[in-house]
T-cell receptor, first 108, second 113 residues
Framework: KNEVEQSPQNLTAQEGEFITINCSYS?????LHWLQQHPGGGIVSLFM???GKKKHGRLIATINIQEKHSSLHITASHPRDSAVYIC??????????FGTGTSLTVIP | DVKVTQSSRYLVKRTGEKVFLECVQD?????MFWYRQDPGLGLRLIYF???????EKGDIPEGYSVSREKKERFSLILESASTNQTSMYLC????????????FGSGTRLTVV
């Protein structure tokens, strides 16, 4: 079993829809990361959070430490949001635990 | 703009060849990492380095070695490439404190034939 589990694995949405990707973790972490990877491209860090909620444009990330759960929300989704979204946990020992990613396709 | 640069986007090598993947960062980061990414398995850590000339094995170091002679450069070496090393390889760097999180390179897709 992975230390970090994401759901769903694949997601297709219509442009404009509200999207939620979920992440659960079973190990102790000090920070939770949301990463974005476009096809054939590198990985961009979207958020790093240890509590509460962060917002950047149409993206919102939340974390519930007691439940060991985080969500990434995309409001008013757009085809350019199509990418793989990866959840990762890190601890103070610089160890990272990666989820296997959620592949999002937004259809015009 | 801060960057992690990987020397090649696509690489095709023959079985048994020695392969060098180069990674350079311009952020004065202490930590550097090499991952491979495979479908259904996510990112797996091969090696990491906390400082010049220091290296630590990750989860899947077999068949790989690394070199960090300068702070900004971290090289991944496949001593004798095999077909099961066909993968996407990603380099990343971070400050020692990880205060700014990770910065990833754009990846090298290696095919071993």
């Amino acid at each position: 079993k992975n230390e970090v589990e994401q759901s769903p694995q694949n997601l297709t949405a219509q442009e404009g829809e509200f999207i939620t990707i979920n992440c659960s973790y079973s190990v102790g972490i000090s920070a939770l990361h949301w990463l974005q990877q476009h096809p054939g491209g590198g990985i961009v860090s979207l958020f790093m959070l240890s509590s509460g909620k962060k917002k950047h444009g149409r993206l919102i990330a939340t974390i519930n430490i007691q439940e060991k759960h985080s969500s990434l929300h995309i409001t008013a989704s757009h085809p350019r949001d199509s990418a793989v979204y990866i959840c990762a946990g890190s601890n103070t020992g610089n160890q990272f635990y990666f989820g296997t990613g959620t592949s999002l396709t937004v259809i015009p | 703009d801060v960057k992690v640069t990987q020397s090649s986007r696509y690489l095709v090598k023959r079985t048994g060849e020695k392969v060098f993947l180069e990674c350079v960062q311009d952020m004065d980061h202490e930590n550097m990492f090499w991952y491979r990414q495979d479908p259904g398995l996510g990112l797996r850590l091969i090696y990491f380095s906390y400082d010049v000339k220091m290296k630590e094995k990750g989860d899947i170091p077999e068949g790989y070695s690394v070199s960090r002679e300068k702070k900004e450069r971290f090289s991944l070496i496949l001593e004798s490439a095999s077909t099961n090393q066909t993968s996407m390889y990603l380099c990343a760097s971070s400050l020692r404190t990880r205060a700014g999180g990770y910065t990833f390179g754009s990846g090298t897709r290696l095919t071993v034939v």
